[in-house]
Every structure is written in C-alpha cells, then in structure tokens.
C-alpha cells in the first residue's frame, strides 16, 4: 500500500497536519485512537468516511517517519 495515496498535508487544513483525504481527520488522531485501545473496526465505525485501508496507511505513515528518525549509529 502506498500511504501516500491516502494521506495529504495542507497549509490551511488542521494546521498543516497529516490528514486523510477529503476529510480533516488526521494521522495523529488515529494513532492517537489506537493508543487509547480503540481496535480498528471501532475507529471505522465512528468515522465512516474511513475505511480499514485508511488505518494501515497511518500505521505505515507512522513507521515511514519513524525511519527517518533514526540516525545512524
């Protein structure tokens, strides 16, 4: 899956933050769900406008810019 697809950056929308798409639902606040025990199906369920494929894609978001985070040793 290409995360990019699914996610945008944009100046003027929730401070220039990673969102979804067509929505303003941003990658922080599905890590933000999960972190808090929330499964993915109830994620999707209170936000109809996402779909399983959106959760992976901040899961793989996530770990792309965890990549870039580290340094060589």
Do not use: W
Not at 4 to 16: C, D, E, F, M, Q
Not at 24 to 39: F, K, N, Q
Not at 40 to 60: G, K
């Amino acid at each position: 899956m290409d995360a990019s697809s699914l996610i945008v950056t944009k100046a003027g929308v929730r401070s220039g933050k990673p969102c979804f798409v067509g929505t303003r639902i941003t990658v922080y606040d599905v890590l933000e769900y999960l972190a808090s025990g929330m499964s993915s199906q109830e994620i999707v369920n209170d936000f109809p406008e996402l779909t399983e494929q959106h959760i992976r894609a901040t899961l793989e978001f996530a770990a792309m810019r965890e990549r870039r985070l580290v340094a060589p040793v």
